[in-house]
């Protein structure tokens, strides 16, 4: 009898202690994080992000960065795939360079998510979630033609073009934006590009590195502007267009006579909404990317729960195998009129402390 009662007692309490690291945190959706760097704040804040939100989904995950180097990345996504994960969000180093793990990833019937960048040459991605890169380009270019005033026929004007890095594909959409918008004013005559670099392979910026532009416009400067004046620089992301001023600054531009030519920019960095407040670089382009973050955890929870995968597109990021199913999110035009609005008071992406200014 008394046998009896221990092992029914026992039984209940199996029932009812619930076990560290039980069933339903091993069953719990696993999810690898693969980001590319964390030499620019975005991504570590978009990797951070997006952990707490899977997390607060009651998902497992596991974060790594590539530092830039691709064979770092590939091991990372091996690992993952070891691990079990089940789910891969990718934002790739090189777009291209992930063809063979993402085989392993399709063979082990893991969902791939690619991330802000799309992953080129590959069967194996189910979605892509970003913003509009074609998009991106065309409101850079749009701000340099609204400042020049082209449409007004004003010019001719020098300028100079800065691309992303050639083995992320945004960098070539971002370009193919940027010259829907110019080509008809270089060809008109109205935006000279002294250097004569208007091919993508010449105006880009392996890893989107700031001090690689930053020679790069030195080498500019030199050869073609010592009896010409620069009046505007298409630059796809606010590191490059940092490093294009002080490229400027270094030979006198910044002053009265010989002000810095209007300069575009991409993600909203601190520091280059700094510049812009202190009236070097003009413009940005905000894309939050929270937005990619909530996006990309909706996407896996709606194939937890066995519904459908909202998407935006599903004509325009082939990868070269198939056209990927995408979410796009809207990327916002910045400069020193819209910035308080748009990332303080709207989004609350920053806190007037951050960028260092006086709350309104
Ligand atoms: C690109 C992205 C840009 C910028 C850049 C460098 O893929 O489209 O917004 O973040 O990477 O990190």
């Known amino acids: 009898m008394k046998k009896i009662i221990k092992l029914v007692l026992a039984t209940l309490l199996l029932t009812l202690i619930p076990f560290p690291n039980a069933s339903a945190q091993d069953e719990a959706p696993f999810v690898g994080i693969s980001m590319p760097t964390q030499s620019a704040e975005r991504w ?153 670099q208007t091919e993508f392979n010449q105006i880009a910026t392996l890893r989107w590195d700031g001090s690689t532009a930053q020679s790069r416009m030195d080498n500019l400067l030199s050869a073609n502007y010592t009896d010409e004046t620069l009046h505007a620089v298409l630059s796809p992301y606010d590191p490059i267009s940092l490093g294009v001023i002080s490229s400027l600054k270094g030979i006198g531009y910044g002053s009265e006579e010989l002000p810095i030519p ?24 905000f894309k939050n990317t929270q937005e990619l973050g909530d996006i990309t955890s909706a996407m896996i929870a709606a194939i937890e729960a066995g519904e459908e995968v909202e998407v935006n597109d599903t004509e325009t990021y082939d990868n070269g195998v198939k056209v990927v199913p995408t979410y796009m999110a809207e990327p916002i035009s910045v400069d020193i009129d819209n910035y308080y609005e748009v990332l303080i008071e709207d989004s609350g992406y920053y806190t007037p402390e951050e960028l260092g200014v006086e709350a309104r």
């Open 262 to 285: 209007v300069i575009t920019g991409q993600d909203a960095t601190v520091a280059g909404v700094q510049s812009i407040i202190a009236g070097e670089q003009t413009q940005t382009i």
């Open 44 to 196: 570590i804040e978009d990797g951070n992000y997006l952990v707490e939100q899977l997390e607060a989904l009651g998902y497992k995950t596991t974060l790594q960065y590539g530092e830039d180097n691709v064979s770092n990345q590939v091991a990372q996504i091996e690992n993952m795939i070891t691990l079990g994960v089940d789910y891969l969000v990718i934002a790739s180093i090189d777009g291209s360079a992930l063809t063979e793990v993402l085989n392993q990833a399709g063979e082990q019937d893991i969902t791939v998510i690619a991330y802000d960048r799309l992953l080129m040459n590959s069967e194996n991605v189910d979605y892509y979630v970003t913003f509009d890169n074609f998009g991106v380009g065309v409101l850079g270019a749009t701000y340099i033609e609204e400042a020049l005033g082209l449409k007004d026929g004003e010019g001719p004007f020098n300028i100079e073009l800065f691309g992303g890095s050639p083995d992320d594909n945004n960098a070539v959409i971002n370009f193919d934006g940027v010259m829907s918008v110019f080509q008809q004013y270089i060809d008109n005559g109205q935006l000279v590009i002294p250097s004569g």
